[in-house]
């Protein structure tokens, strides 16, 4: 009987106040630092150190250097939450792989080539000039007003990986990098054929094409062929091509000749070679230029995201 009453009086006491038991066992609840006020470590890789930064802050340089000012704010805003979500996705995986060595200890680095573009706002602001104050506020807007949102897949933030024009289709992230990413698949982008990045083409000598392919691919053999099979994806991007009978990723040949995009065609004109290209950047995830299309259509930044990156959430 002393027993039940004792079973009685304890669940009453945890009933009637269970914080004091929450507190006893896990100590006082501390609400996380607003983004305004939490502090990052950034390595600046122009100057080869490290800083720590204001996340909100680091978040309004990396918007001003990824997107122009005079896109809708609604474009705007889908960038922020973007690059706020990549951040996290990548300071989530670094904790328990280690952080990569390019950032020599920090939680990310300033190199487009491995992050995300950067440019200090003072920096900015000088470029900017007369519309500097206009801007700053603009971008800062878009960045406070979805502070601490970012992208889910599953309760998980998201690499949310973004590029400036997709061909009118985004790539699928597995035909690009390989690895399956559900939430990064190709998806139709209106509205980037109005992209002044849309179109481009370049045009270099058959002996330039093989000297370039020769010193950066080995066991090439111009004498079986000059270029093979392509393979593309569903969006127009080459997966792999042949050139002097090796196999090579879109990815590759454009880097070989630094195209804005893997979606190449390639025309063989008497002794010169001709790369028409459709897109610019790797072309998964976002194209802000067709973020800003949506934009001007009416599209929240909400609605942006949710078409770019499939089956994800908001929070």
């Not at 992050?115 to 900015?124: D, T, Y």
């Not at 000088?126 to 700053?136: F, L, M, R």
């Not at 980037?192 to 990045?197: A, L």
């Given at each position: 009987?002393?027993?039940?009453?004792?079973?009685?009086?304890?669940?009453?006491?945890l009933?009637?106040?269970?914080?004091?038991?929450?507190?006893?066992k896990?100590?006082?609840?501390?609400?996380?630092?607003?983004?305004n006020?939490?502090?990052?470590?950034?390595?600046?890789?122009?100057?080869?150190?490290?800083?720590?930064?204001?996340?909100?802050?680091?978040?309004?340089?990396?918007?001003?250097?990824?997107?122009?000012?005079?896109?809708?704010?609604?474009?705007?805003?889908?960038?922020?939450?973007?690059?706020?979500?990549?951040?996290?996705?990548?300071?989530?995986?670094?904790?328990?792989?280690?952080a990569?060595?390019?950032?020599?200890?920090?939680?990310?680095?300033?190199?487009?080539?491995h992050?995300?573009?950067?440019?200090?706002?003072?920096?900015?602001m000088?470029?900017?000039?007369?519309?500097?104050?206009?801007?700053?506020a603009?971008?800062?807007?878009?960045?406070?007003?979805?502070?601490?949102?970012?992208?889910?897949y599953?309760?998980?933030?998201?690499?949310?990986?973004?590029?400036?024009?997709?061909?009118g289709?985004?790539?699928?992230?597995?035909?690009?990098?390989?690895?399956?990413?559900?939430?990064?698949?190709?998806?139709?982008?209106?509205g980037?054929?109005?992209?002044?990045?849309y179109?481009?083409?370049?045009?270099?000598?058959?002996?330039?094409?093989?000297?370039?392919?020769?010193?950066?691919?080995?066991?090439?053999?111009?004498?079986?062929?000059?270029?093979?099979?392509?393979?593309r994806?569903?969006?127009g991007?080459?997966?792999?091509?042949?050139?002097?009978?090796?196999?090579?990723?879109?990815t590759?040949?454009?880097?070989?000749?630094d195209?804005?995009?893997?979606?190449?065609q390639?025309?063989i004109?008497?002794?010169?070679?001709?790369?028409?290209?459709?897109?610019?950047?790797?072309?998964v995830?976002?194209?802000?230029?067709?973020?800003?299309?949506?934009?001007?259509?009416?599209?929240?930044?909400?609605?942006?995201?949710?078409?770019y990156?499939?089956?994800?959430?908001?929070?």
């Open positions: 009987m002393k027993k039940i009453v004792f079973y009685i009086i304890f669940i009453l006491i009933t009637l106040f269970p914080p004091i038991f929450i507190y006893v896990y100590g006082k609840y501390k609400e996380p630092a607003p983004e006020e939490e502090i990052i470590s950034v390595y600046l890789h122009t100057e080869d150190k490290v800083v720590n930064m204001n996340k909100s802050q680091y978040l309004k340089e990396v918007v001003s250097a990824e997107m122009p000012a005079d896109f809708h704010i609604e474009a705007l805003k889908a960038q922020a939450v973007a690059a706020r979500s990549y951040l996290d996705s990548r300071r989530n995986a670094y904790k328990t792989s280690g990569p060595e390019e950032h020599k200890g920090a939680d990310v680095c300033t190199n487009p080539s992050c995300k573009a950067w440019i200090s706002q003072e920096k900015r000088e470029i900017w000039k007369e519309s500097a104050n206009e801007n700053w603009k971008i800062s807007a878009a960045v406070e007003e979805t502070a601490g949102q970012i992208i889910t599953n309760d998980e933030v998201i690499s949310a990986v973004f590029h400036s024009t997709s061909s289709k985004t790539e699928n992230s597995k035909d690009v990098w390989g690895g399956e990413r559900p939430y990064l698949v190709s998806v139709e982008s209106p980037d054929m109005y992209s002044p990045k179109k481009s083409e370049k045009t270099v000598s058959i002996e330039e094409f093989k000297k370039t392919v020769s010193e950066n691919i080995a066991n090439v053999d111009f004498t079986r062929e000059l270029v093979g099979e392509i393979t994806s569903e969006a991007g080459i997966i792999s091509v042949s050139v002097g009978g090796v196999s090579i990723s879109g590759q040949l454009r880097n070989l000749f195209l804005r995009s893997a979606n190449i390639i025309k004109e008497g002794d010169l070679i001709r790369f028409d290209v459709t897109g610019y950047g790797h072309g995830g976002m194209s802000q230029y067709g973020a800003n299309y949506l934009a001007n259509e009416g599209k929240s930044y909400i609605d942006i995201l949710k078409t990156y499939s089956n994800v959430e908001v929070k």
